[in-house]
């Protein structure tokens, strides 16, 4: 109750000027500006105030508008665009009232503004999320007349920024090479990062980014924002750099989605979640992770199973003798769940390959004569888990479903249906509230049948391919990229209110689906089908920067990767994939006998450090984008009484240049205890193994990697332990 009033009384700390607004975290602060009769003004966002007025005394007020609107003084970026019934496209919003609350997660800023003539309300609403130091944005636009109204533009933040020597840090890539980072500095001008594959909105963009101050990205210093949209359908960021200003303007993209607001109706944007950290690209990080694990994952207090995915075992060649030899491979290794993937289903269209079947979830008799449940007695008789591969959104063009409801596809009038994977693949309509049912059933038949199973890995493999909905009137056709997301969202929600404790993956054609406009419904995400080791160093680091390592499955495959064709040591696998939510994908029998025994002692020493991993805060301590063929990480568990620390020599250099690297957020006057996790030779750990040395000396001298990674053993994973 004293915070909640605090916090009220910080709100309204107004010696000079009554109407600003403080918005703050245990560590950042966020002031606007809401004079009643006005528009709203964006005046800072940064380290920590109490005083809005020393913020206008110190000449860093912004004076920027924080939501501006289309029609009346057009020049420059607007935030949003509405077209009245009568075709008249300006808005004029103005501050009609300011109201301060709280909700169970955390306290809410909310400015009301109204049109000075038409009966539009547009709610601009700030919320800092508690014991965290994120603050979202997002509006509510609201339609009072009686007639409909167009949203042309309907963004969730407009967010002002001191113009400096900036620069920006954001994710590209593609199928299989998800998620590299790419930095550059922000000239006059503008950057766009946006998607419109419908679907898949991370496959080659991700609505995340994060942008310096002044100078050039540091991981431990620098004064960084952090910024990421909770949206799972098509998004546009946009940085407007000029001389004297820099602006954010997120949201969802409004490209070919015109929006029809019906009178009475409100329409909600997503979320812009937001940080801001004066230790750089490390404590933007550090607070998102905190962030997502406590109001942003399923279950994100509970430790993530230890996993074997069927699928680079034995493809589509399903059986059940297979599936449970895999168990018991897997169960004496020391794992904790099998997850059986594609190819266990179809009856008058067996699913053997990617051409058919998909939409007919039916048990294939032939490859699982007893069924699932057999699969979950052994699972369960083995001491582990089960969990199943479902793509519960798509159908196949040869499949009973499409059979029976052609209308349930997304398609274009008069036009010809495209196909995706296997040339037979098609998207359902989830705006159908048919559909959405048809998707709930699918998961919850699965479950009522088999009631132990305790995983789902829910997959996308297409994009939104053909734009039409035989399901949406001729006038909304223009919203199809949003109400699919919408849909999906509802069934989500759905499935997670009737089994809140079912484990589901989010994955899509790899790493297409890496966004918080889902995860809040998924404990975990797929980062990319691409399972080469040193692929996956890149590719993870990137995954890093805004979501949290219990988050991140990252598995071992088999020795010769199945993309790459790169012959990697099962260490330097083993170790990469312990960074993460470990897992194996890979058929256990056709390990050797000296690699299936160190997996077996590494699925152990992950079981030592799971929490630390997990749970802790990520220190990232030499990146592999520096390109000198090094890479270094380590977790801190909240107390620093323990930590897991991890090196890598990628490009197996002998006789190089190898830097020395300064461990990150350990206890300077507490002395640790180093152990060497995944030695290949037991009898001859690395030369850490078993030294004592204090935090002060590991943080300001460091750890001399030479030393510890060499040819021959490329990677190290130690553990440190407070005495």
């Not at 029609?71 to 301060?100: C, F, S, W, Y």
């Not at 205890?673 to 030779?681: A, C, F, G, Q, Y």
Request: hydrophobic share 35%; aromatic share 10%; glycine share 8%.
């Amino acid at each position: 109750m004293k915070q909640s009033i605090a916090f009220l009384l910080s709100l309204c700390l107004t010696p000079a000027w009554a109407d600003n607004y403080i918005v703050s975290t245990p560590h950042t602060s966020l002031v606007v500006t809401a004079d009643k009769g006005k528009a709203p003004l964006f005046q800072f966002y940064g380290s920590k105030v109490t005083n809005a007025q020393e913020v206008f005394d110190a000449g860093m007020a912004l004076k920027q508008p924080s939501y501006p609107a289309f029609g009346l003084h057009t020049d420059g970026e607007k935030a949003v665009t509405i077209q009245q019934p009568d075709g008249n496209m300006t808005l004029d919003l103005v501050v009609d009232r300011v109201e301060q609350t709280t909700d169970s997660e955390g306290r809410l800023l909310r400015i009301e503004m109204r049109d000075k003539v038409y009966p539009v309300k547009v709610t601009q609403v700030f919320k800092a999320y508690n014991q965290t130091d994120v603050i979202s944005t997002w509006v509510e636009i609201q339609n009072n007349g009686r007639k409909t109204v167009k949203l042309l533009k309907y963004n969730s933040a407009f967010i002002s920024l001191p113009r400096g020597d900036n620069y920006m840090s954001h994710q590209h890539g593609a199928w299989a090479a998800e998620n590299f980072e790419e930095e550059e500095r922000l000239t006059n001008g503008q950057k766009v990062i946006s998607n419109r594959n419908g679907l898949q909105n991370t496959q080659q963009d991700s609505p995340s980014l994060m942008i310096s101050e002044n100078g050039r990205l540091s991981e431990t210093c620098g004064k960084v924002l952090g910024a990421t949209l909770a949206w799972p359908g098509n998004y546009k960021l946009k940085v407007d750099a000029k001389n004297t200003s820099l602006s954010l303007i997120a949201g969802i993209n409004e490209e070919e989605s015109a929006y029809l607001l019906e009178g009475g109706r409100t329409f909600t944007t997503p979320e812009l979640c937001m940080t801001f950290s004066d230790e750089g690209k490390g404590g933007v990080s550090r607070a998102l992770h905190r962030w997502a694990r406590q109001y942003k994952l399923n279950q994100g207090s509970t430790p993530r199973d230890i996993l074997l995915n069927s699928w680079e075992g034995v493809y589509f060649n399903i059986s059940e003798n297979k599936m449970k030899e895999m168990m018991k491979d897997w169960a004496s290794i020391g794992g904790e769940l099998f997850v059986m993937d594609d190819g266990w289903f179809g009856d008058k269209y067996p699913r053997n390959d990617g051409r058919q079947g998909l939409g007919d979830w039916m048990v294939n008799t032939k490859k699982l004569p007893n069924g699932i449940g057999a699969l979950v007695k052994e699972a369960t008789a083995d001491g582990m888990k089960f969990g199943i591969w479902i793509e519960p959104e798509m159908s196949d063009t040869k499949s009973e479903l499409f059979e029976k409801h052609p209308d349930w596809v997304l398609r274009g009038k008069n036009r010809e249906l495209s196909t995706g994977r296997g040339g037979s693949q098609i998207v359902l309509d989830l705006t159908n509230p048919k559909v959405q049912d048809f998707v709930f059933h699918v998961v919850d038949d699965l479950m009522t049948e088999n009631p132990d199973i305790a995983y789902i890995k829910w997959d996308c493999n297409v994009p939104l391919m053909d734009y039409g909905s035989p399901y949406l009137p001729a006038d909304k056709q223009s919203q199809i990229y949003v109400d699919y997301q919408l849909g999906l969202i509802k069934t989500l929600k759905r499935i997670r209110a009737k089994y809140p404790k079912l484990v589901m993956q989010d994955c899509s054609s790899g790493g297409g689906r890496i966004n918080y406009g889902l995860l809040p419904y998924f404990e975990e995400f797929w980062g990319s089908d691409d399972t080469d080791a040193k692929m996956r160093l890149f590719i993870q680091w990137g995954e890093l920067n805004y979501f949290p390592a219990m988050a991140m499955a990252a598995y071992v495959s088999a020795e010769r990767n199945h993309q790459t064709g790169r012959l990697t040591p099962i260490k330097f696998r083993m170790d990469l994939a312990m960074t993460g939510r470990l897992g194996m994908e890979l058929q256990p029998s056709q390990m050797s006998k000296e690699d299936f025994n160190f997996a077996k002692r590494g699925i152990a020493a992950y079981k030592q450090i799971r929490n630390v991993v997990q749970m802790g805060d990520l220190y990232r301590l030499h990146s592999p984008y520096e390109g000198d063929g090094v890479a270094s990480l380590m977790y801190v568990s909240e107390d620093k009484s323990r930590a897991a620390f991890f090196a890598y020599n990628y490009n197996y250099l002998i006789n190089q240049k190898i830097p020395a690297v300064q461990l990150g957020g350990l206890d300077p006057d507490r002395n640790y205890r180093i152990k060497d996790l995944t030695p290949w030779n037991v009898k001859k750990p690395c030369s850490l193994d078993g030294k004592v040395i204090s935090g002060k000396t590991l943080m300001a001298v460091g750890l001399n990697l030479r030393s510890i990674i060499n040819y021959n053993d490329a990677s190290v994973a130690l553990e440190l332990v407070a005495e």
